[in-house]
């Protein structure tokens, strides 16, 4: 069974970094064939994909977000870090992180975590 | 940027109702396409992936169709349970993955 956990603050203060970090269970990223993603969602709003990391390290990135985004894995802890740079009131609302598997194709995200939400605010 | 369009952004159903929502790419996607169902404060849930394969898991009574740049989720008979937002997602490799605005199932 494939679990995720999204962890970080709750709040932010604009220009500051942001570092959200994803734990997970279920699987591995020393597997060939797997990654794991980033997501968003402002309250109201629809979902807005940022980031992908794949097993082999390969990485893409939301084009409108790329300046301000890194995405990071420590294969070891079943972790992936997103980092967002520059955050503003704007970036507020819940981030999620979710598997995929090249089954599916990988874009199509199977295991999504519970979300976090994240406020930026003086 | 692919842009992904749904429609309609609402839509109002009775249980037994037959449910079609759209979504349209501004380019061909071949059939890179996925659709997820949110219900609020939850996390969305992956129905149908590459347009029409069913997700393990998901009544039959979901299917979806298309190929390139027009797709359908179809949901035959909903159901209780089936109201809520749907979402669809290109993740054609030779883009950037994008999502649609949305679709809101409601009680009619």
């Known amino acids: 069974q494939i679990t995720l956990k999204e962890s970080g603050p709750t709040l932010v203060k604009p220009t500051q970094t942001l570092t959200l970090t994803c734990t997970f269970s279920?699987?591995?990223?020393?597997?060939?064939?797997?990654?794991v993603g980033w997501i968003r969602q402002p309250p109201g709003k629809a979902l807005e994909w940022l980031a992908f990391i794949y097993w082999d390290d390969d990485k893409r990135y939301s084009p409108s977000l790329k300046s301000r985004l890194t995405i990071t894995k420590d294969t070891s802890k079943n972790q992936v870090v997103l980092r967002m740079a520059n955050m503003d009131p704007v970036d507020t609302g819940t981030y999620y992180c979710?598997?995929?598997?090249?089954?599916?194709?990988?874009?199509?995200?199977?295991?999504w975590g519970q979300g976090t939400l994240v406020a930026v605010s003086s | 940027d692919i842009q992904m369009t749904q429609s309609p952004s609402t839509l109002s159903a009775s249980v037994g109702d037959r449910v079609t929502i759209t979504c349209r790419a501004s380019q061909s996607i071949s059939s890179w396409l996925a659709w997820y169902q949110q219900k609020p404060g939850k996390a969305p849930q992956l129905l149908i992936y590459?347009?029409?394969s069913l997700e393990s898991g998901v009544p039959s009574r979901f299917s979806g169709s298309g190929s390139g740049t027009e797709f359908t989720l179809t949901i035959s008979s909903l159901q209780p349970d089936d109201f809520a937002t749907y979402y669809c997602?290109?993740?054609?490799?030779?883009?950037?993955?994008?999502f649609g605005q949305g679709t809101k199932v409601e009680i009619k």
């Open positions: 979710a598997h995929g598997g090249h089954n599916y194709g990988f874009g199509a995200l199977d295991s």
């Open positions: 279920g699987f591995s990223l020393y597997t060939s064939g797997v990654g």
């Open positions: 997602q290109q993740y054609n490799n030779s883009f950037a993955w994008t």
């Open positions: 590459k347009a029409s």
